[in-house]
Protein backbone atom coordinates (compact mmCIF):
# COMPACT_ATOMS: atom_id res chain seq x y z
CA UNK A 1 0.00 0.00 0.00
CA UNK A 2 1.61 3.30 -1.54
CA UNK A 3 1.85 6.41 1.32
CA UNK A 4 1.64 10.09 -0.22
CA UNK A 5 2.19 13.64 1.40
CA UNK A 6 0.12 16.24 0.93
CA UNK A 7 -0.60 19.90 1.02
CA UNK A 8 -3.75 21.84 0.77
CA UNK A 9 -4.21 23.88 -2.19
CA UNK A 10 -6.68 26.86 -1.49
CA UNK A 11 -8.20 29.14 -4.42
CA UNK A 12 -7.67 32.63 -4.45
CA UNK A 13 -10.89 33.67 -4.04
CA UNK A 14 -10.52 31.69 -0.86
CA UNK A 15 -7.48 32.40 -0.04
CA UNK A 16 -8.50 35.92 0.47
CA UNK A 17 -11.30 35.59 2.16
CA UNK A 18 -8.82 32.83 4.50
CA UNK A 19 -11.69 30.84 5.00
CA UNK A 20 -13.20 27.83 3.21
CA UNK A 21 -17.34 27.64 2.89
CA UNK A 22 -19.12 24.36 2.40
CA UNK A 23 -19.16 22.97 -1.02
CA UNK A 24 -16.33 25.09 -2.35
CA UNK A 25 -13.43 23.22 -4.12
CA UNK A 26 -9.60 22.83 -3.04
CA UNK A 27 -6.88 20.89 -4.03
CA UNK A 28 -4.64 18.58 -2.55
CA UNK A 29 -1.58 18.04 -4.02
CA UNK A 30 0.45 14.90 -3.42
CA UNK A 31 3.50 13.69 -3.71
CA UNK A 32 5.17 10.11 -3.92
CA UNK A 33 5.50 6.57 -5.39
CA UNK A 34 2.04 6.29 -7.10
CA UNK A 35 0.68 2.80 -8.49
CA UNK A 36 -0.92 2.59 -11.60
CA UNK A 37 -4.44 4.34 -10.60
CA UNK A 38 -7.72 3.71 -13.01
CA UNK A 39 -9.43 6.73 -13.02
CA UNK A 40 -12.73 6.01 -12.95
CA UNK A 41 -13.02 3.82 -10.38
CA UNK A 42 -11.34 6.16 -7.60
CA UNK A 43 -12.82 7.30 -4.67
CA UNK A 44 -11.66 8.22 -0.95
CA UNK A 45 -12.17 5.93 1.22
CA UNK A 46 -13.13 7.47 5.04
CA UNK A 47 -14.49 6.70 8.25
CA UNK A 48 -18.32 6.36 8.00
CA UNK A 49 -18.74 9.57 10.71
CA UNK A 50 -16.18 11.17 7.71
CA UNK A 51 -17.88 10.72 5.08
CA UNK A 52 -19.31 14.27 4.22
CA UNK A 53 -15.83 15.88 5.62
CA UNK A 54 -13.90 15.24 2.14
CA UNK A 55 -15.34 14.33 -1.50
CA UNK A 56 -13.24 13.64 -4.47
CA UNK A 57 -14.53 15.71 -7.43
CA UNK A 58 -11.51 15.08 -10.23
CA UNK A 59 -7.91 13.74 -9.94
CA UNK A 60 -4.97 14.05 -12.35
CA UNK A 61 -1.56 13.06 -12.27
CA UNK A 62 0.78 16.41 -12.83
CA UNK A 63 3.99 14.45 -13.11
CA UNK A 64 5.21 10.52 -12.67
CA UNK A 65 5.27 11.14 -8.58
CA UNK A 66 2.68 13.77 -8.27
CA UNK A 67 -0.89 14.23 -8.53
CA UNK A 68 -3.74 16.82 -7.95
CA UNK A 69 -6.76 15.56 -6.14
CA UNK A 70 -9.59 17.99 -6.42
CA UNK A 71 -11.45 17.86 -3.09
CA UNK A 72 -14.68 19.65 -1.33
CA UNK A 73 -16.14 19.21 1.55
CA UNK A 74 -20.08 19.15 3.06
CA UNK A 75 -19.64 19.53 6.79
CA UNK A 76 -18.72 22.36 9.05
CA UNK A 77 -15.88 22.71 11.48
CA UNK A 78 -12.38 21.92 12.00
CA UNK A 79 -11.61 18.29 10.70
CA UNK A 80 -8.50 16.24 11.22
CA UNK A 81 -8.50 13.25 9.12
CA UNK A 82 -6.03 10.56 9.27
CA UNK A 83 -5.22 7.56 6.64
CA UNK A 84 -7.50 8.74 4.28
CA UNK A 85 -7.11 6.56 1.64
CA UNK A 86 -7.72 6.90 -2.52
CA UNK A 87 -8.65 3.31 -3.70
CA UNK A 88 -9.73 2.11 -7.26
CA UNK A 89 -10.49 -1.25 -7.86
CA UNK A 90 -7.02 -2.78 -7.70
CA UNK A 91 -4.58 0.25 -5.66
CA UNK A 92 -4.67 1.61 -2.56
CA UNK A 93 -2.63 4.60 -1.49
CA UNK A 94 -2.48 6.08 1.84
CA UNK A 95 -3.05 10.29 2.35
CA UNK A 96 -1.07 11.96 4.69
CA UNK A 97 -2.46 13.44 7.94
CA UNK A 98 -5.17 16.29 6.67
CA UNK A 99 -5.88 19.40 8.56
CA UNK A 100 -8.65 22.00 7.70
CA UNK A 101 -11.71 24.07 8.49
CA UNK A 102 -14.74 24.38 6.77
CA UNK A 103 -17.17 27.41 7.62
CA UNK A 104 -21.11 27.92 7.31
CA UNK A 105 -22.16 30.35 4.03
CA UNK A 106 -24.75 31.88 6.25
CA UNK A 107 -24.14 34.92 7.91
CA UNK A 108 -23.77 34.31 11.83
CA UNK A 109 -25.38 37.71 12.31
CA UNK A 110 -28.27 36.79 9.82
CA UNK A 111 -29.09 33.10 10.26
CA UNK A 112 -31.37 31.76 7.71
CA UNK A 113 -34.24 30.75 8.84
CA UNK A 114 -34.98 28.21 6.33
CA UNK A 115 -33.09 24.36 5.86
CA UNK A 116 -30.64 24.40 2.50
CA UNK A 117 -30.84 21.79 -0.01
CA UNK A 118 -33.62 18.96 -0.13
CA UNK A 119 -34.87 17.17 2.30
CA UNK A 120 -36.86 14.13 2.48
CA UNK A 121 -40.44 13.03 3.08
CA UNK A 122 -41.96 14.78 6.43
CA UNK A 123 -43.36 12.26 8.49
CA UNK A 124 -47.00 12.28 9.18
CA UNK A 125 -48.08 11.32 12.36
CA UNK A 126 -52.18 10.36 12.65
CA UNK A 127 -53.77 9.47 15.43
CA UNK A 128 -54.83 5.35 16.05
CA UNK A 129 -58.78 6.43 15.71
CA UNK A 130 -58.11 7.98 12.24
CA UNK A 131 -57.05 4.41 10.25
CA UNK A 132 -59.63 2.93 12.49
CA UNK A 133 -62.24 4.96 11.57
CA UNK A 134 -61.62 4.49 7.76
CA UNK A 135 -61.55 0.86 8.44
CA UNK A 136 -64.60 1.33 10.07
CA UNK A 137 -66.03 3.09 7.69
CA UNK A 138 -64.27 0.98 4.80
CA UNK A 139 -66.37 -1.95 6.69
CA UNK A 140 -69.61 -0.53 6.78
CA UNK A 141 -69.78 0.37 3.03
CA UNK A 142 -68.52 -2.64 1.89
CA UNK A 143 -71.32 -4.38 4.26
CA UNK A 144 -73.81 -2.40 2.63
CA UNK A 145 -73.25 -3.29 -0.88
CA UNK A 146 -73.20 -6.98 -0.02
CA UNK A 147 -76.34 -6.69 1.81
CA UNK A 148 -77.90 -5.42 -1.03
CA UNK A 149 -76.31 -7.87 -3.31
CA UNK A 150 -77.71 -10.47 -1.48
CA UNK A 151 -81.17 -8.93 -1.08
CA UNK A 152 -81.24 -8.67 -5.24
CA UNK A 153 -79.92 -11.95 -5.84
CA UNK A 154 -82.54 -13.08 -3.38
CA UNK A 155 -85.48 -11.55 -4.80
CA UNK A 156 -84.49 -12.77 -8.11
CA UNK A 157 -84.55 -15.92 -7.00
CA UNK A 158 -87.94 -15.72 -5.32
CA UNK A 159 -89.43 -14.20 -8.64
CA UNK A 160 -88.23 -17.22 -10.65
CA UNK A 161 -89.89 -19.44 -8.30
CA UNK A 162 -93.14 -17.50 -8.66
CA UNK A 163 -92.43 -18.49 -12.78
CA UNK A 164 -94.01 -15.11 -14.05
CA UNK A 165 -92.79 -15.72 -17.04
CA UNK A 166 -95.07 -18.32 -17.81
CA UNK A 167 -97.95 -16.36 -18.61
CA UNK A 168 -97.29 -14.87 -22.18
CA UNK A 169 -100.69 -12.78 -21.69
CA UNK A 170 -100.03 -9.18 -20.57
CA UNK A 171 -100.61 -9.04 -16.39
CA UNK A 172 -104.03 -7.33 -16.39
CA UNK A 173 -105.18 -9.41 -19.08
CA UNK A 174 -103.75 -12.64 -17.23
CA UNK A 175 -105.97 -11.11 -14.09
CA UNK A 176 -108.87 -10.90 -15.49
CA UNK A 177 -108.83 -14.10 -17.22
CA UNK A 178 -108.03 -15.98 -13.99
CA UNK A 179 -111.19 -14.24 -11.97
CA UNK A 180 -113.35 -14.99 -14.92
CA UNK A 181 -112.43 -18.62 -14.39
CA UNK A 182 -112.45 -18.75 -10.62
CA UNK A 183 -115.91 -17.01 -11.24
CA UNK A 184 -117.22 -19.77 -12.90
CA UNK A 185 -116.16 -22.53 -10.66
CA UNK A 186 -117.23 -20.77 -7.60
CA UNK A 187 -121.03 -21.70 -6.72
CA UNK A 188 -122.00 -18.26 -5.50
CA UNK A 189 -121.95 -17.00 -8.77
CA UNK A 190 -124.64 -19.35 -10.32
CA UNK A 191 -126.95 -19.25 -7.36
CA UNK A 192 -125.78 -21.75 -4.78
CA UNK A 193 -124.25 -21.54 -1.16
CA UNK A 194 -120.78 -22.33 -1.37
CA UNK A 195 -119.07 -24.59 1.09
CA UNK A 196 -116.60 -23.10 3.32
CA UNK A 197 -113.83 -24.76 1.36
CA UNK A 198 -115.19 -23.37 -1.49
CA UNK A 199 -115.05 -19.77 -0.31
CA UNK A 200 -111.56 -20.45 1.06
CA UNK A 201 -110.33 -21.64 -2.49
CA UNK A 202 -111.96 -18.52 -4.06
CA UNK A 203 -110.48 -16.32 -1.95
CA UNK A 204 -106.72 -18.30 -2.15
CA UNK A 205 -107.07 -17.58 -6.11
CA UNK A 206 -108.22 -13.67 -5.86
CA UNK A 207 -105.08 -13.36 -3.80
CA UNK A 208 -102.98 -14.98 -6.16
CA UNK A 209 -104.26 -13.67 -9.08
CA UNK A 210 -103.65 -9.64 -7.52
CA UNK A 211 -100.17 -10.46 -6.10
CA UNK A 212 -99.18 -11.63 -9.51
CA UNK A 213 -100.41 -8.87 -11.07
CA UNK A 214 -98.70 -6.81 -8.76
CA UNK A 215 -95.35 -8.75 -8.95
CA UNK A 216 -95.68 -9.04 -12.79
CA UNK A 217 -96.05 -4.81 -13.08
CA UNK A 218 -93.34 -3.97 -10.26
CA UNK A 219 -90.81 -6.91 -10.01
CA UNK A 220 -91.65 -7.83 -6.60
CA UNK A 221 -92.04 -11.61 -5.06
CA UNK A 222 -95.81 -10.46 -3.54
CA UNK A 223 -96.38 -14.75 -2.87
CA UNK A 224 -93.44 -15.04 -0.84
CA UNK A 225 -93.25 -11.80 1.24
CA UNK A 226 -94.86 -10.68 3.88
CA UNK A 227 -97.38 -6.82 3.41
CA UNK A 228 -94.66 -4.67 4.93
CA UNK A 229 -91.59 -6.01 2.94
CA UNK A 230 -93.40 -5.53 0.09
CA UNK A 231 -94.66 -2.37 0.70
CA UNK A 232 -91.23 -1.62 1.40
CA UNK A 233 -89.88 -2.68 -1.97
CA UNK A 234 -92.43 -0.47 -3.73
CA UNK A 235 -91.25 2.65 -1.72
CA UNK A 236 -88.00 2.16 -2.28
CA UNK A 237 -88.12 1.05 -6.36
CA UNK A 238 -91.62 2.38 -7.46
CA UNK A 239 -91.75 5.60 -5.08
CA UNK A 240 -94.29 7.26 -7.71
CA UNK A 241 -96.56 4.81 -7.62
CA UNK A 242 -96.19 4.12 -3.67
CA UNK A 243 -97.30 7.70 -3.13
CA UNK A 244 -100.15 7.41 -5.31
CA UNK A 245 -101.37 3.45 -4.41
CA UNK A 246 -99.92 3.22 -0.90
CA UNK A 247 -103.24 3.22 0.71
CA UNK A 248 -105.08 1.21 -1.47
CA UNK A 249 -102.31 -1.23 -2.04
CA UNK A 250 -102.09 -1.80 1.86
CA UNK A 251 -105.94 -2.01 2.10
CA UNK A 252 -106.05 -4.50 -0.58
CA UNK A 253 -103.44 -6.68 0.89
CA UNK A 254 -105.15 -6.31 4.44
CA UNK A 255 -108.37 -7.49 3.56
CA UNK A 256 -107.10 -10.53 1.99
CA UNK A 257 -104.97 -11.45 4.80
CA UNK A 258 -108.01 -11.24 6.75
CA UNK A 259 -110.14 -13.20 4.43
CA UNK A 260 -107.70 -16.39 3.99
CA UNK A 261 -106.87 -16.30 7.71
CA UNK A 262 -111.08 -16.36 8.66
CA UNK A 263 -111.43 -19.65 7.81
CA UNK A 264 -115.57 -20.26 7.96
CA UNK A 265 -116.31 -16.91 8.64
CA UNK A 266 -116.16 -15.48 5.31
CA UNK A 267 -119.35 -15.52 3.71
CA UNK A 268 -120.01 -15.32 -0.17
CA UNK A 269 -121.70 -12.45 0.18
CA UNK A 270 -118.10 -11.02 1.64
CA UNK A 271 -116.05 -12.63 -1.21
CA UNK A 272 -117.80 -10.42 -3.87
CA UNK A 273 -117.06 -7.30 -2.10
CA UNK A 274 -113.78 -9.01 -1.54
CA UNK A 275 -113.78 -9.06 -5.36
CA UNK A 276 -115.17 -5.94 -6.40
CA UNK A 277 -112.80 -4.56 -4.31
CA UNK A 278 -109.80 -5.44 -6.09
CA UNK A 279 -111.23 -4.96 -9.25
CA UNK A 280 -111.72 -1.25 -8.76
CA UNK A 281 -108.47 -1.46 -7.22
CA UNK A 282 -106.15 -2.93 -10.47
CA UNK A 283 -108.33 -0.75 -12.83
CA UNK A 284 -107.81 2.41 -10.81
CA UNK A 285 -103.54 0.88 -11.03
CA UNK A 286 -104.01 0.13 -14.82
CA UNK A 287 -105.23 3.57 -15.63
CA UNK A 288 -102.32 5.09 -13.78
CA UNK A 289 -99.98 2.37 -15.73
CA UNK A 290 -101.02 3.80 -19.49
CA UNK A 291 -100.55 7.54 -18.26
CA UNK A 292 -97.10 6.99 -17.01
CA UNK A 293 -95.71 4.33 -19.26
CA UNK A 294 -96.60 6.24 -22.62
Same mark, same amino acid.
Given at each position: MAQVQCRMEIPKSASEAKTLTVGQVFYLNCEGEWPALQKKSLELRLEEADRY???????????????????????????????????????????SDLDFTIQSVMNPQQPVTEPFGPFGPLALKLPLWFP? %???? *?????????? #? &??????? =??????????????????????????????????????????????NFIAALNESYKIYLARNFEVPTLKWSERKILSDL???????? %???? *?????????? #? &??????? =????????QLLNLLRRHVDHIQTWLKGHRK
Amino acid at each position: MAQVQCRMEIPKSASEAKTLTVGQVFYLNCEGEWPALQKKSLELRLEEADRYKLKLLDFEFTSKTEAQLKVTSYKVGQHQLKAVQLVDSENSVVLSDLDFTIQSVMNPQQPVTEPFGPFGPLALKLPLWFPL %TVLL *LFAILLGVAV #N &RWRIRRE =KRRLLLDMRLTESAQEPIFQFYQTIRKQQRAYPAFSGHEPTPEETQNFIAALNESYKIYLARNFEVPTLKWSERKILSDLKKNHRAFY %TEFR *LEVRKALAEL #N &RALNSKT =KMTAQDSQQLLNLLRRHVDHIQTWLKGHRK
